[in-house]
């Protein structure tokens, strides 16, 4: 953990959206539905647990076994559909009683969150319940109105709330602020902000675009690092063909270029790719986009970005 204490850092374990696709069609890319692992200030932070989570949770395990540190991470939750979730009972350091596991993520029609994540995992869905998973897991809704903070040297995070609570972020705190976005069946999702020594990206994921571009979505990100972007379905899959999707709660790619350029961010990275959209068409899609927002990549299993932005790394899991 010191060795990556001055580091900010993204790694894409899955990113694609609705279901996994593995396959030889998807090799280059990835199938495995959402989870993104950031590193800033020596602190762990994994953006969902789609299946994606899996592959990080041994990489994690063998960490631990090598160095005999416990596992201290932060799970943050966009919302709870089933392939933001899918990967989170199969998370090897939940299992280990040494691993400390802070878990936020927004309540959904009425539903606290740790009681969304336990359903998933009653019998006879699967045969291991949260309850006994032996790593201490500190779960909790987190709303809008909440920041939460890491102080240096410390794994606990803290929870303030923006209205009642005053604060300023210190030079060495990682704040993560949220954006709770509307358009995504049927109660919203949460937008993140992880900002860190002057620096920050959003992760944007499962929110569509609006007539007039999302304005409240464009002011949350404005000036970021990275932006991390919905971009699921083709502007033909979008408004025409047999099914539109419009209302289906996904972005196109130029919706997320359009909140890119309209946001000043630096880089743009699609995300929650479609599971019928093969190596080839998210290559295309990723030159078309690249027309309108130049710095722009498509997400896929094992990519690495350093904040600030200068040196992508293209290795895998």
């Known amino acids: 953990m010191r060795k990556m204490a ?11 959206g609705s279901y996994p696709v593995p396959g030889p069609s998807t090799i280059y890319y990835g199938g495995n539905t959402t989870c993104v692992e950031v590193r800033a200030g020596g602190h762990l932070i994994i953006l969902d647990a789609g299946t994606g989570i899996i592959g990080l ?12 540190e416990p596992i201290f991470a932060t799970i943050l939750f966009s919302h709870t559909h089933h392939d933001h979730t899918q990967g989170f009972p199969f998370f090897r350091p939940a299992y280990l009683g ?30 291991v319940e949260l309850e006994e998973l032996n790593s201490l897991k500190i779960i909790r809704n987190i709303e809008e109105s909440e920041v939460i903070v890491f102080q240096p040297d410390t794994p606990e995070p803290m929870v303030w709330n923006i209205y009642r609570q005053d604060h300023t972020p210190g ?12 358009a995504h069946p049927k109660d919203g999702i949460l937008i993140y902000r992880i900002s860190w020594r002057g620096h920050s990206l959003v992760f944007a994921s499962d929110t569509e675009g609006y007539v007039g571009d999302d304005a409240r979505l464009i002011n949350f990100t404005r000036g ?10 083709t502007e033909e899959e979008y408004a025409h063909g047999p099914r539109p999707k419009q209302g289906y709660g996904h972005s196109t790619p130029q919706m997320a270029a359009q ?17 019928h959209h093969d190596d080839a068409q998210i290559a295309a899609i990723e030159r078309e986009v690249q027309r309108i927002f130049p710095n722009t990549i498509a997400a896929r299993e094992g990519l690495e970005l350093t904040i600030p932005l200068g040196a992508e790394m293209a290795g895998s899991s």
């Open 259 to 275: 909140v890119a350029r309209l946001a000043g961010v630096k880089q743009l990275v699609l995300f929650h790719h479609d599971p």
């Open 6 to 16: 001055n580091e900010f850092r993204v790694k894409f374990w899955g990113v694609r």
């Open 57 to 68: 949770g041994y990489q994690l395990l063998h960490q631990h076994e090598a160095t005999g």
């Open 98 to 127: 040494s691993s400390t596991l802070y878990i936020f993520g927004p309540k959904m029609f009425r539903e606290d969150l740790k009681e969304a994540i336990a359903r998933a995992m009653l019998p006879p869905s699967f045969p």
């Open 171 to 182: 030079p060495e705190q990682v704040e993560i602020r949220l954006y709770k976005g509307y």
């Open 224 to 233: 970021a690092d990275l932006l991390i972007h919905d971009a699921q379905y």
